[in-house]
Nanobody, 121 residues
C-alpha cells in the first residue's frame, strides 16, 4: 500500500489556479502509477488524471484536458496536480490514489481525507 496525504486545496475565483500535492509514504511509491480523483457534491467520484510509474505517460479526463497537469517527484514521493483556468464545476473534494494504469485507472487503495477545492463564479 501507498499511504497518502492530499493538500493544497482552497477557495479560488473562476479562472484562477491551484496546485494540489499528494505526499506519499512507503518505499514502493515509485513502483506505482498514481491518479487524482474528485467527488463533487451529490455526484459519484470520478477520475481526473493519472500518471505512470515512470512519468512517461499521462491520462486526463476530457473535462480537464488542457487545463490540468499531473506530475510526480519520486525523490519527494509526491504527486502534483496543477490546475489552471479553474471553473465552478471543478468544485469538489480531490483525492489521490495508486492506480492500475492498464485497467481503466482503477484505484488500488482505500481513500484518504482528500482536499477541498472550491471555485467561485
Amino acid at each position: 500500500q501507498v499511504q497518502r496525504v492530499e493538500s493544497g486545496g482552497g477557495l479560488v475565483q473562476a479562472g484562477g489556479s491551484l496546485r494540489l500535492s499528494c505526499a506519499a509514504s512507503g518505499s514502493t511509491f515509485s513502483n506505482y502509477a498514481m491518479g487524482w480523483f474528485r467527488r463533487a457534491p451529490g455526484k459519484e467520484r470520478e477520475r481526473v488524471a493519472a500518471i505512470t510509474w515512470s512519468g512517461g505517460s499521462t491520462y486526463y479526463a476530457d473535462s480537464v484536458k488542457g487545463r490540468f497537469t499531473i506530475s510526480r517527484d519520486d525523490a519527494k514521493k509526491t504527486v502534483y496536480l496543477q490546475m489552471n483556468s479553474l471553473k465552478p464545476e471543478d468544485t469538489a473534494v480531490y483525492y489521490c490514489n495508486a492506480v492500475d494504469y492498464n485497467r481503466d485507472y482503477r484505484p488500488l487503495d482505500s481513500w484518504g481525507w482528500g482536499t477541498q477545492v472550491t471555485v467561485s463564479s
